[in-house]
């Protein structure tokens, strides 16, 4: 019996910590999760390689993904596409790896809509002034670029309640441990047992006494 | 802020040790949960407290709190009223307790109707067989008894998949720390994380800057 991954779609600030939090997700377990790999059409920055930062699409050739109806959720940013192909997803979910993608909220919301089962994490720091010092300490920033920031997470916590599970990263190994442990928890929802209850009813009738 | 606490429901075929989970639960976290006490118009037994085995009540009395909506769920087996008053529960729910309720499918599946927020654990054994082996090896049942077990887990066995979660239970402590995990976690649901989604809402706006 093929055991399904469960989809897990990960989002959070700028400045949460989720990036941190993915890749010590993925040192920590790289048997049980697999990153979904975003399709994109800007052209390929020094180093990166096909199918591992991204998978390299013409316009035509995107336009075409989403004509199919091949793509999870896309969207546009500064005149290209960028978006998640169904299909190294549900490979991936088919081998039996949870498969996590780490998306921006409009996306996760497009997810959740085609797939009810998919699990919505967001992750925020313990405070918006937390957040906002996590940003400034990282002294690479521009004022202009921490106030933009600042003024995107107050339109991402409109919709944290249509998310699953809102995650604290106060302490960042607690934080990964955490969210390891709900998405290992998500397969035993029934939604994702329908085989194991199968097999208790089929074995159950045979005990079955009919007088 | 006062966390309230959440409300799970505990059931599963007789034979599947959900008596010992629970009783296994309360042990080692008595300071988290909180037991529901069930009210009921039999009369007490030998050894059986008010307030701590029962509420013991009158017909009129039971039925007068029926009719104010004062019961979670209730129903009549053997001629007596069985069911789950309303107030203990909001009591301890309030004060920050998780509170624990053991009841058969149809009684959990009312409450879930009125308190859609209420975690639903169904607790099974490994396999049918061993169900039948456990029931058979307590050694006090009589066949008729065993019979008429399994005969009932068929039925229960029908409406698993409208519960959130289930947890088999073949080593009985790992059982436990598995119900207490997804009960810790469901803490972190965005539905139980209201008054932290508001908080950093609040703290957002103060950054928010509008030119």
């Given at each position: 019996?093929?055991?399904?991954?469960?989809?897990?779609?990960?989002?959070?600030?700028?400045?949460?910590?989720?990036?941190?939090?993915?890749?010590?997700?993925?040192?920590?377990?790289?048997?049980?999760?697999?990153?979904?790999?975003?399709?994109?059409?800007?052209?390929?920055?020094?180093?990166?390689?096909?199918?591992?930062?991204?998978?390299?699409?013409?316009?035509?050739?995107?336009?075409?993904l989403i004509k199919n109806d091949e793509m999870l959720?896309?969207?546009?940013?500064?005149?290209?596409?960028?978006?998640?192909?169904?299909?190294?997803?549900?490979?991936?979910?088919?081998?039996?790896?949870?498969?996590?993608?780490?998306?921006?909220?409009?996306?996760?919301?497009?997810?959740?809509?085609?797939?009810?089962?998919?699990?919505?994490?967001?992750?925020?720091?313990?405070?918006?002034?937390?957040?906002?010092?996590?940003?400034?300490?990282?002294?690479?920033?521009?004022?202009?670029?921490i106030a933009k920031r600042m003024n995107q997470a107050?339109n991402e916590a409109k919709v944290i309640d249509r998310?699953?599970?809102?995650?604290?990263?106060?302490?960042?190994?607690?934080?990964?441990?955490?969210?390891?442990?709900?998405?290992?928890?998500?397969?035993?929802?029934?939604?994702?047992?329908?085989?194991?209850?199968?097999?208790?009813?089929?074995?159950?009738?045979?005990?079955?006494?009919?007088?």
């Amino acid at each position: 019996m093929n055991k399904k991954g469960v989809l897990v779609v990960f989002s959070g600030f700028s400045g949460s910590g989720k990036g941190t939090i993915m890749k010590k997700l993925m040192e920590n377990h790289s048997d049980t999760y697999a990153l979904s790999v975003s399709a994109t059409t800007r052209s390929p920055r020094e180093g990166e390689r096909e199918g591992i930062e991204y998978f390299f699409k013409t316009v035509p050739e995107f336009e075409e993904l989403i004509k199919n109806d091949e793509m999870l959720e896309y969207a546009q940013y500064a005149g290209n596409y960028y978006g998640t192909p169904k299909a190294y997803v549900e490979q991936k979910l088919n081998e039996g790896f949870d498969v996590i993608l780490e998306i921006e909220t409009q996306g996760a919301l497009k997810v959740k809509e085609k797939y009810p089962d998919t699990l919505l994490l967001f992750v925020t720091p313990p405070s918006a002034d937390i957040l906002y010092d996590r940003l400034k300490g990282r002294g690479t920033e521009e004022d202009d670029v921490i106030a933009k920031r600042m003024n995107q997470a107050v339109n991402e916590a409109k919709v944290i309640d249509r998310y699953d599970y809102l995650v604290i990263n106060d302490d960042i190994n607690e934080c990964v441990s955490h969210v390891h442990e709900i998405i290992k928890n998500t397969h035993d929802r029934t939604v994702f047992k329908a085989d194991t209850i199968e097999a208790l009813k089929n074995g159950l009738n045979k005990y079955q006494r009919r007088d």
